[in-house]
C-alpha cells in the first residue's frame, strides 16, 4: 500500500531572462491554489495528499500551467527555477503583506536569507510514535535529500561556492533540535521553545525535517521533509518522493532501522555529524564528504545515495512505484541543478544566459509531460 504524498512548491516568479519580479498578490488575488510568502518575489502552492504518482505528478503541473498563462498575460513573465536570488536584489526585502505582524518578525529578524525557494515533501503516517521514529531517521540521512536536490549555486550574479547557498543560508530555527525521542517529548519541547520565545508560533520550527499535522504538536499525521532546493523537473522531484516514501516504508516493516536502536554513536554525537553533514552537503551536494550516522565513518554522499537506492529498491518494487526511482541514477550521474548550471558557467556562460536557457527549458518539458500524462489520466 502506498503512503499518501503531499508537495509544497515555493517558486520565484519573473522575466524570461531571470530577473525575479514580485507578483504574489496579484496572483493570489486572481489564481485559485496560491498563497502569498512573506515576500512578493515567491508564490507557493500545495497539492492535494495523493498516493498515485502518476496523479501526484498532475498536482504538480496543472496549477504551473495555469500560472504561466496567468503571469504571460501580467506582461510576459514566467517561473524562474533555482532557489535563491540568482541574478540579483537580495539587498531589499519587498513585503507581500505589510500588516502581518509575522511577517514584520521575519523580515526583522532574516532579512532576505529567507527569501528562498524550495520543496516541502509531506509524507502521511498515520501512527504518531512511527511518525517520530520517522522523523528521526530521516534526519539523519536529510543531507542525501539536500545533495540530489541543491539548486542554487548563484547569488546576486556571482558564484557563491556553494552548490545549495539558500541551506548554507537560511536561519535554521531553532538552533538546537533534539532527535524526538516520543511525541511526548516533541509535545514538551515545543512547549518549551514557545515559552522561552525561541519559536513566534508551531510553525517557526525551520529545520530539516519536522513532525506535521493538522494542531501541532498535538495532533500530528505526517512528515515533512523541508530541506531540498527547488526540484523543478518533475520526474527528478518523484524520484526524490519516491526514495524517500521507499526509505518510510523499510522503516514502517522493519523498526530496527532506528536511529536510536541501530547507531553505535550517542544521540549528540549523531547529530553533530549531521549538522556537519548538512553544511558539507550545501557546499558540495553530491560530492561531499559526509559522515554515517551508524558508525561515524566518511562517505561521498554519491556513494551513500547509491547504497540507499541499493537498499529501498526492493521495497519500492514490492509496493510498486520502483519505475518512479529511476531519475536518481541520471542525477548520479549528470549531476544535480546546481552541478549542471556550474558545469555551464565554467564552459563560458554568463549566469543570465543560463538562467535564461533552464527558463525556456523548464517550460517546454512542462508542456510536453501535462499533454503527455495529464490528458491520459483524464481520459481515463
Known sequence: MLLCKGVEVE???????????????R???DLEGFVREPDSRNVEYTTAPLCCYDRLLCALLKPRQSLRQYLEQQGNYTIIPGSTLSLGGSERFYRSDPHNPYHSYIEETYGTKVVTASIHLNIGIPSTEILIQACRL???????????????????????????????????????????????????????QLAQGKMQNVRHLWTSVRPNGDRRPYLLNRLELRICDLIIDPLQLLAVIALLEARITQLIENPQ???????????????????????????????????????????????????LYQEVFPVAKKHGFACFLSPLSKILQQGNQAQRWLKQYKQGLS????????????????????????AKLLVA
Open 351 to 374: 549566469i543570465e544566459q543560463i538562467m535564461t536557457e533552464s527558463i525556456e527549458t523548464t517550460a517546454i518539458q512542462e508542456q510536453e509531460l501535462e499533454s503527455k500524462i495529464c
Open 257 to 307: 532501522l532506528d536511529p536510536l536502536q541501530l547507531s553505535s554513536l550517542s544521540p549528540e554525537k549523531m547529530l553533530e555529524l549531521t549538522d556537519n553533514n548538512e553544511l558539507a552537503a550545501a557546499a558540495n551536494s553530491l560530492d561531499a564528504q559526509l559522515s554515517h550516522w551508524k558508525d561515524g565513518r566518511t562517505i561521498v554522499a554519491r556513494e551513500w545515495i547509491e547504497e
Open 11 to 25: 517558486m520565484y516568479t519573473g522575466t524570461p531572462t531571470g530577473d525575479v519580479v514580485g507578483l504574489s498578490d
Open 138 to 192: 530521516v534526519r539523519v540521512e536529510a543531507p542525501l535529500y539536500l545533495a540530489l536536490s541543491a539548486s542554487s549555486p548563484f547569488l546576486d550574479g556571482q558564484v557563491t561556492g556553494y552548490h545549495s547557498t539558500r541551506w548554507q543560508m537560511f536561519p535554521k530555527t531553532p538552533q538546537h533540535v533534539p532527535l524526538f525521542t516520543s511525541h511526548p517529548h516533541f509535545i514538551a519541547w515545543t512547549q518549551e
Open 27 to 29: 496572483i493570489v488575488r
